[in-house]
């Protein structure tokens, strides 16, 4: 397990939150998981973007971004090697009461831990489909908030600790994603993932490798994915901020024969600056 | 605002909690909202059911309840008039990660709140029927669960300072309840309310009336209620554990006329001992 090395409450060292924190409440905030690499956080601006946008779409009043950025780069700075910051912003405190009208001071809980580096496992890691199937709520897709407990529920489910990742599934037995991941397809050359306008997070390795993959050549469709298509990919692989871009060898009892191109963009993605 | 008279941590007074508490982490927890009243907490009982069936149905290690009780009762000994205890359990701390294996230690924390008696408004309350449309997922239906954000983002939208709630629907167009209340339709003097297996919370007031009901010479019926039978309802009301059986005078444009039987139901209820 990761170590704990260092929590900062708006700004200062500490490691608790007021029990009227609304993030406590109702779950409601957002977080960010980010991977720091040579004391550089990885991707920054497109986890700052996500969360900003978070906020505009919950109507949080956002953190200065300047003294979000300022934090986040002196936490990465007393990293030796691979670290996770985990970034949570919350509404803030407040009376009992789900509206959310009048002023809050939005709450930044930024914790840093040791991690190892990740190791893009070559033969790849094995998936299931979750029981739990996701419910759709267009209001709160894309967004990584703090209502998770879809989440937990399945990633709690038995047989869990057998696997890498859990792959939802919506009630028309569409791909959302996984617990913790984005899912791609190869199909043909081509990679396809499902949208994230009505369950799932707008994952930012995601955004990345869609960004990348014309320079590696690749076609690339966001578009619905029916559960059954996972049976005739050419090949799978999740995507995460921490982990990278991870060769799925099997779903369930359906194994994949690695064929490379997961490995070309995962390669590809691992060695770009950010 | 209602005054916080006092908070308890696991037992001790105290006002924050560690920040790796899943309920921060995940909104992985439940909560009760409770009406003290002569130092007595109300519904006690039922309160404490739904909690350990959230508790069970979540994978929640269940808080010891005997100390759940002692907990509470010494609270509500301090109070004077009326009052409100929130109690919210979390799965307590744990590393970074969904899954939820392993051993937990559930985090309560107690909550006080000086609150004015609720009057029964026999004018009636006007509602608005929310923008937002509700999810279903049947794994967390009512449940009084820390997802609450449906709840935060129904409970913000424009105008709704002007109502005393918001009635939200499915994507079917059926009613599901309040942001914070259960709601009935009275109906040639029959009550009926929707069902809370697909998303909405299992109302400890909601379970009181119905099972009242029958004392009082009302059939009830728990069915789904297309939003268009707002409208042709003799009578509509809300309940909630705090406010107790509140008359509706509208929703939305459409008026009703008070004819008695929700007042009646609102007196027998704020008559009973508990």
């Given at each position: 397990m990761s170590?704990?090395?260092?929590?900062?409450i708006?700004?200062r060292?500490?490691d608790?939150?007021?029990?009227d924190?609304?993030?406590?409440?109702y779950?409601?905030?957002?977080?960010?998981?980010?991977r720091?690499?040579?004391?550089?956080?990885r991707?920054?601006d497109a986890h700052?973007?996500?969360?900003?946008?978070?906020?505009?779409r919950?109507?949080i009043?956002a953190p200065?971004?300047?003294?979000l950025r300022?934090?986040i780069?002196s936490?990465a700075?007393?990293?030796?090697?691979?670290a996770?910051l985990?970034?949570?912003?919350?509404?803030?405190?407040?009376?009992?009461g789900?509206?959310a009208?009048?002023?809050?001071?939005?709450?930044?809980?930024?914790s840093?831990f040791a991690?190892?580096?990740?190791?893009?496992?070559a033969?790849?890691?094995a998936l299931?489909?979750?029981g739990l199937?996701?419910?759709?709520?267009p209001?709160?897709?894309?967004?990584?908030?703090l209502?998770?407990?879809?989440?937990v529920?399945?990633?709690?489910?038995?047989?869990?600790e057998?696997c890498f990742?859990?792959l939802?599934?919506?009630?028309?037995?569409?791909?959302?994603?996984?617990?913790?991941?984005?899912v791609?397809?190869?199909r043909?050359g081509?990679?396809?993932?499902?949208?994230?306008?009505?369950?799932?997070?707008?994952?930012v390795?995601?955004s990345?490798?869609?960004?990348?993959?014309?320079k590696l050549?690749l076609?690339?469709?966001?578009?619905?994915?029916?559960g059954g298509?996972?049976?005739?990919?050419?090949?799978?692989f999740?995507?995460?901020a921490?982990?990278?871009v991870?060769?799925?060898?099997?779903v369930?009892?359906?194994s994949?024969?690695?064929?490379?191109?997961?490995?070309?963009?995962?390669?590809?993605?691992?060695?770009l600056?950010a």
């Open positions: 170590g704990r090395l260092g929590i900062w708006d700004g060292p500490g608790s939150v007021p029990s924190d609304r993030g406590l409440q779950g409601d905030g957002l977080f960010e998981t980010m720091v690499r040579k004391r550089q956080v991707f920054l700052l973007a996500r969360l900003l946008l978070g906020c505009e919950l109507g009043p200065d971004a300047a003294s300022g934090e780069a936490a700075e007393t990293t030796q090697g691979e996770i985990k970034l949570l912003v919350t509404r803030g405190s407040g009376p009992r789900y509206a009208r009048g002023l809050f001071t939005a709450r930044r809980v930024l840093l991690a190892p580096a990740p190791s893009i496992a033969e790849g890691v299931r489909i979750a199937t996701v419910a759709e709520q209001r709160l897709a894309g967004l990584k908030h209502n998770r407990l879809e989440n529920l399945a990633a709690s489910e038995p047989g869990h057998n990742e859990a939802l599934l919506d009630t028309a037995g569409q791909v959302v994603g996984g617990t913790m991941s984005n791609f397809l190869i043909e081509s990679l396809v993932t499902p949208p994230v306008d009505r369950a799932g997070v707008a994952g390795l995601r990345i490798v869609l960004r990348e993959s014309g050549g076609r690339h469709e966001v578009r619905n994915v029916p298509e996972l049976r005739v990919a050419d090949e799978v999740v995507t995460n921490r982990i990278g991870v060769p799925v060898r099997s369930g009892e359906h994949y024969t690695m064929n490379g191109i997961t490995t070309r963009i995962a390669a590809h993605v691992e060695a600056d």
